[in-house]
């Protein structure tokens, strides 16, 4: 699976959009990106992914360049309860076990 | 219940002491997934399952590591003879379809993790 790099840590004011980005330049072909996050003492949770179209869905929009070496997270209006660990992760659709690799993330803190 | 459910959400255990971690994943769901998560970084894959058959093992560090699901649905992470490098949080998720499946059905949902601290 590609890897990925990602700011170590972003700021973004209670109700402005948060942009999160992520770069995946050696993603291939058949590779989706992903994003999880992760709240403090809570286990990671799925918000999104696509391959090359962008998506968008009740949580965020994710947004893919055209030669999808790198993407962006969208939180269209960041509330305090979106402070929490951004991972983004590429892996094949239909791999062996589907297993995650994770990085290190981007720790999100939305301030009043 | 409705998500993962692992147990207990703490455990301390004295250096050299066997545990037991347990993980109820989401009724139906048919893959199961272990992760070891230290202090500051990333969760890092363990072994996977499909239903009672562990596919993947590959990322377990040592021999003192044991997982197993039997019937298929509730799993057991063992530690023997703990270490002080055993302290993390052990992470359990399932998904709905094994890992070549639909990607819709193929996310992964997580509990909350047990806290292990070895002394």
């Known amino acids: 699976d590609a890897k990925t790099t990602q700011p170590p840590s972003m700021d973004c004011a209670e109700g402005r959009a948060a942009n999160l980005p992520c770069n995946h330049s050696?993603?291939?072909?058949?590779?989706?990106v992903y994003w999880y996050r992760q709240i403090h003492s809570q286990g990671p949770q799925y918000i999104i992914h696509?391959?090359?179209n962008n998506e968008t869905n009740e949580m965020a929009s994710l947004i893919i360049t055209e030669d999808r070496k790198s993407s962006t997270l969208i939180l269209p209006h960041a509330t305090l309860r979106d402070t929490a660990v951004y991972y983004c992760?590429?892996?094949?659709?239909?791999?062996?076990?589907?297993?995650?690799?994770f990085g290190q993330g981007t720790t999100l803190q939305v301030k009043p | 219940g409705a998500g993962v459910s692992q147990s207990p959400r703490y455990k301390v255990a004295k250096r050299g002491q066997d545990v037991a971690l347990r993980c109820d994943p989401i009724s139906g769901h048919v893959s199961l997934f272990w992760y070891q998560q230290a202090l500051g970084q990333g969760p890092e894959f363990l072994t996977y399952f499909q239903n009672e058959a562990q596919l993947d093992k590959s990322g377990l560090p040592s021999d003192r590591f044991f997982a197993e699901r039997p019937e298929g649905s509730v799993s057991t992470l063992k530690i023997q003879r703990t270490q002080q490098e055993d302290s993390a949080v052990y992470l359990c998720a399932s998904s709905l379809s094994g890992a070549a499946g639909d990607l819709a059905k193929n996310i992964q949902y997580f509990g909350a993790g047990t806290r292990l601290s070895v002394l």
């Open positions: 050696t993603i291939s072909g058949n590779e989706y």
């Open positions: 992760i590429v892996r094949i659709g239909s791999s062996n076990t589907g297993k995650l690799i």
């Open positions: 696509g391959l090359k």
